[in-house]
């Protein structure tokens, strides 16, 4: 009785524990279905507002479901070390080039270290890594080591910007993870847009300072552009025209952001302009000066007076006589400056008419276009793009970017973000701002420019501040972009699984479906075939599954497809225990022994089978769960989960009910 | 309700005749896996994978078309399931998922009034595919060796050793097997994934646990019936576990069935897998690590017995 009343105790907790763990589960569901009924966002909002801490907690503690289950991108991404050693190498020759080329065939599908191989191949060519890396008094070594580093270093900070840039885009439950040396994982439940996701997650190390074309020289060449579409003839150019005649956008444009130079210890500023400004700057700040007179003085933006013939043109017209400009519209500032916009429908279509080579013929060879992200105003209730015109080598690339900070800036609440730049950066940068005063310097990352600041004045020691964002998302967007600069290391997608939302759908009705009709076949068995006793393993099994969902969800561990399958074989292999102990006191009963005894030494007699099977099994599981991926980890977790789950319900639980039967004096149990 | 209840079949003296239908089904077997191939899934070959669900049925002659229009030739395109589902697979190597895209592009300019949506993409570099394989013959030999180590630990290293070499039997016989059916029943889309070495590995588990429950009674009886045959306590232990053999497979293989049958495309492979695994490792329990072990003592019982006959007591004799 004793030994019973243990094992009715240790039964009772592990039940509960088991309830503990899923009670989240069950909580999460209940908050899903209400947040579901609540129609209107809200009224959702509202809900959320008032649970919000209940719903995350419970959402964090649930059993997960896997990308196979609830569709989602599923993305492994690898440091490209070829393109790593590109960006760092302080030349590239032709002899470069082919060890590169070389090894990255040699390494295609090898597990070797491609710098190693990279080594190997130079000094095949009588060269070796000091030729291109390093400083003069490094050797061999060091930059071997240095460049590995590099790849380690990188893939970290990999790690970072990449789940600053998915919580940025607001995927819930992001799994970002470091796998081995130079690899990174990403899971990302419910994404479906995954071309979005692919640019967020590979647009790194692609920061580059360029400077922006002087809007009259940009013209000339747009306006080249304009009459070849136009079938004009290009020798012809009217050289009177002039910005004014042009079909303009009528939205108002509130561009206001700057950088400023911070000296450390005052990079909280007390001395900033009020006014917003209207262009983007980038000034020194002093910090004896009470209020920065480098600051722009221009004042609210003004969009000029459609005055001109172009404008007055009906939308057709314009669009016959002038192609381009239709599509690229102009806008400019009291001050002077002047942007270009195009709407999001045209996006694409100005997209390809740079891509032709005839248009890239016309365009000046050291220029080159590039897209703003996308405005924070609307044009006609359209997303509207600004697109700019900048010198296509880049001033600085943003290796040198070392930090980049947002905050608000106390003095006046604006938005600003602090960047810093390494020593070298800094000295180029102080060339850099210092003679290009007063022109823009657009900050391009992966193609796209997320902001083209005026340079105010020539700013040394490598502390800017840019000013002027509308609000602090807009300035956190520019640090994360300034910190990708960081990032030196571009990332290759090694492998990426796409699951559709339905297919996951379908994979959980199929799961759910065949998980039950397995349960319930193998139970329906097990009480025909073994009657009453049958039952008692049933309820056993019952136990099993509850306690193998239990541990799931307290390891926090994911539920995919194969995982459902491994619930299905250890549904299979519960019974088996059961089974062996039955067939035993059979046996022994038929054996003539009285059913107390039969009993006890039916249970004593499987154990060692029932304990040798479940452990060479479990041996097996946990090999499977060492070498497999994901989803092979979810099955094999579940398999090994409900083998050890097994041992004590088949053997513990179901030995209860017999011994308190037998206790009470019953000398008839029904073993069918 | 009792099925083979005290019965008393012959299961290895005739076991010469099982080691030659194991031997010719792993022939024959080997011989369509080496001619006809097993088909590697993505997971081991690398490439572009594309499941879409059109809106109604597609020819896949037209999806070939389009295929070879943008330049993608070899491409693997079958149905699903369906007409409408259809999986594109193609070896085809570009950064990130450009080959898919343009796939998609394409397909959806050619089939402007049926549109799809997707259902799954996968790809993986060649690096990846080669590490999952590396990963899966690892995790296969592993599991032997520990297997190996477990059972010699609490048997005799003999019936490991015979239980191991059940296991491999195991595994040639289901390859073999999934390479013929693959030839005989292409709908079935058996290839080598991931979710397939998952099903070996977990074959793997599941012969090893039916051959220790015929070795844990083996081990008992061998104590109680010291001066019986080996042959005939082996003979013994099996009927003896007959029964537990029959119920258990019958069970899971019906809970595998269902799996096999509901559980949704990503299963399938497994299940399949898993079915035919369930059988030959019933059945490699007692016709290969079981009639190994009889073997193997045999040959112990006559060695000791010939050493009996030469062992004479030493003694001096009259010359």
Redesign the interface.
């Known amino acids: 009785m004793k030994k019973n009343r243990f094992r009715i105790i240790l039964t009772l907790s592990f039940l509960l524990l088991s309830l503990y763990f899923l009670y989240p589960t069950y909580q999460d569901y209940q908050y899903n279905q209400e947040m579901k009924n609540l129609k209107n966002a809200e009224d959702s909002a509202a809900y959320f507002d008032k649970n919000g801490s209940d719903i995350l907690k419970a959402r964090d503690n649930k059993i997960k479901l896997g990308l196979d289950l609830q569709g989602g991108m599923y993305v492994i991404m690898e440091v490209d070390v070829a393109k790593l050693l590109q960006d760092l190498a302080k030349r590239k020759d032709e002899i470069f080039t082919q060890a590169l080329n070389d090894a990255i065939e040699a390494t295609k599908t090898s597990d070797e270290n491609l710098i190693d191989v990279f080594e190997q191949k130079l000094t095949a060519k009588g060269l070796s890594l000091k030729a291109y890396f390093g400083e003069i008094r490094d050797d061999d070594s060091k930059i071997r080591s240095d460049l590995k580093s590099e790849v380690d270093n990188s893939i970290d900070r990999a790690v970072q910007v990449v789940r600053n840039r998915i919580d940025q885009y607001g995927v819930s439950e992001p799994v970002i993870q470091k796998k081995g040396s130079n690899r990174l994982v990403v899971e990302l439940p419910g994404v479906s847009n995954t071309e979005e996701v692919r640019k967020l997650l590979q647009g790194t190390a692609l920061l580059e300072f360029q400077l922006v074309i002087d809007p009259q020289i940009a013209y000339k060449v747009m306006e080249k552009l304009d009459t070849y579409l136009a079938g004009g003839n290009l020798d012809s150019l009217n050289k009177a025209d002039s910005l004014k005649n042009l079909p303009k956008t009528t939205t108002n444009v509130n561009d206001t952001s700057a950088i400023t130079e911070t000296k450390k210890d005052t990079a909280k500023s007390k001395s900033k302009e009020t006014k917003k400004d209207t262009s983007k700057n980038i000034t020194k700040k002093d910090t004896s000066k009470k209020t920065d007179s480098n600051i722009a003085s221009t004042t609210d933006s003004n969009v000029m007076n459609p005055q001109d013939t172009a404008a007055q043109m009906t939308d057709e017209e314009a669009k016959v006589k002038h192609p381009w400009f239709y599509k690229v519209r102009l806008q400019q500032y009291q001050d002077g400056s002047v942007i270009w916009l195009v709407k999001e429908s045209e996006r694409k279509s100005v997209m390809r008419l740079l891509d032709r080579k005839e248009i890239q013929d016309l365009i000046p060879g050291d220029m080159e276009f590039v897209f703003g992200k996308e405005a924070d105003f609307l044009d006609e209730g359209e997303k509207i793009y600004q697109l700019y015109a900048v010198k296509k080598e880049p001033e600085l690339t943003g290796g040198v970017v070392v930090n980049a900070r947002s905050n608000i800036d106390p003095a006046n609440n604006q938005a600003v973000v602090y960047m810093e730049m390494s020593s070298e950066g800094s000295a180029d940068w102080a060339r850099i701002t210092g003679s290009n005063i007063n022109k823009k310097i657009a900050i391009v990352l992966d193609n796209v420019c997320y902001s083209a600041p005026v340079v105010r004045s020539k700013i040394t020691g490598g502390n800017s501040q840019i000013e002027g964002m509308a609000n602090i998302q807009e300035a956190k967007l520019l640090e994360i972009v300034l910190k990708a600069g960081a990032l030196p290391a571009p990332l290759k997608i090694a492998e990426e699984r796409t699951v559709g939302p339905s297919l996951g759908e379908d994979s959980i009705k199929a799961g759910l479906f065949s998980s039950l009709a397995a349960l319930f076949l193998v139970a329906l068995f097990m009480i025909v075939y073994y009657r009453f006793s049958g039952g008692v393993a049933d309820i056993a099994l019952m136990f099993n599954i509850l306690f193998v969902l239990g541990v799931l969800a307290s390891f926090k561990a994911t539920l995919t497809v194969p995982g459902i399958a491994g619930l299905i074989l250890s549904i299979g292999v519960a019974v088996d225990a059961n089974v062996l102990i039955y067939e035993r006191i059979r046996e022994e009963l038929g054996a003539g022994k009285p059913m107390r005894t039969a009993i006890e030494i039916g249970y004593k007699k499987a154990f060692s089978a029932i304990f040798d099977s479940n452990v060479t099994s479990i041996i097996t599981g946990i090999i499977l769960y060492q070498f497999g991926t994901g989803p092979i980890q979810g099955f094999a977790l579940i398999l090994i989960i409900g083998l050890v789950a097994n041992l004590f319900t088949a053997i513990v639980i179901t030995r209860i009910v017999f011994d308190v039967l037998t206790e009470k004096g019953k000398t008839q149990i029904n073993f069918g | 309700?009792?099925i083979l209840?005290?019965v008393n079949i012959d299961f290895l003296t005739k076991r010469k005749i099982f080691y030659f239908i194991s031997v010719a089904l792993i022939v024959i077997g080997f011989a369509v896996l080496l001619t006809n191939g097993l088909t590697l899934g993505i997971d081991f070959k690398g490439g572009n994978e594309i499941?879409l669900?059109f809106q109604q049925d597609v020819a896949i002659q037209n999806v070939r078309e389009t295929m070879s229009k943008i330049g993608i030739t070899g491409a693997e395109i079958k149905t699903m399931g369906n007409e409408r589902e259809i999986l594109i697979r193609t070896s085809e190597e570009g950064?990130?998922?450009v080959v898919t895209?343009k796939i998609k592009e394409a397909l959806k300019n050619d089939n402007p009034n049926n549109s799809y949506?997707?259902?799954?993409?996968?790809?993986?570099?060649?690096?990846?595919g080669?590490?999952?394989r590396t990963?899966?013959i690892?995790?296969t030999a592993?599991?032997f060796l520990?297997?190996l180590i477990?059972?010699a630990f609490?048997f005799e290293f003999v019936y490991a050793l015979g239980s191991v070499i059940a296991l491999i039997h195991d595994i040639l016989m289901t390859l073999g097997m999934i390479a013929i059916f693959n030839l005989l029943f292409p709908a079935l889309n058996l290839e080598l994934s991931?979710?397939m070495?998952?099903a070996f590995?977990?074959l793997?588990?599941?012969s090893?646990?039916?051959t220790?429950?015929v070795f844990?009674?083996i081990?008992?009886n061998i104590k109680l019936y010291k001066n019986e045959d080996i042959l005939k306590v082996m003979n013994r232990s099996v009927n003896?576990?007959l029964?537990?053999t029959v119920?258990?497979g019958?069970?899971?293989f019906?809970?595998?069935l269902?799996?096999f049958?509901?559980?949704?495309e990503?299963?399938k492979s497994?299940?399949f897998t898993?079915l035919i695994g369930m059988i030959t490792g019933t059945y490699s329990s007692i016709f290969v690590a079981s009639a190994f072990v009889v073997d193997i003592k045999k040959i112990q019982q006559r060695r000791r017995d010939a050493a009996k006959q030469h062992a004479r007591p030493a003694a001096f004799t009259k010359v």
């Open positions: 309700m009792r209840q005290n499941l669900r950064e990130g998922t895209d949506e997707v259902l799954r993409i996968d790809k993986v570099g060649p690096k990846i080669k590490e999952l990963a899966a690892y995790a592993f599991s520990a297997i477990y059972l609490r991931q979710g070495v998952a590995l977990t793997i588990g599941f090893i646990n039916d220790v429950v844990d009674r081990r008992e003896a576990t029964s537990r119920i258990t019958g069970a899971l019906f809970a595998v269902v799996l049958l509901f559980g949704g990503v299963n497994f299940a898993f």
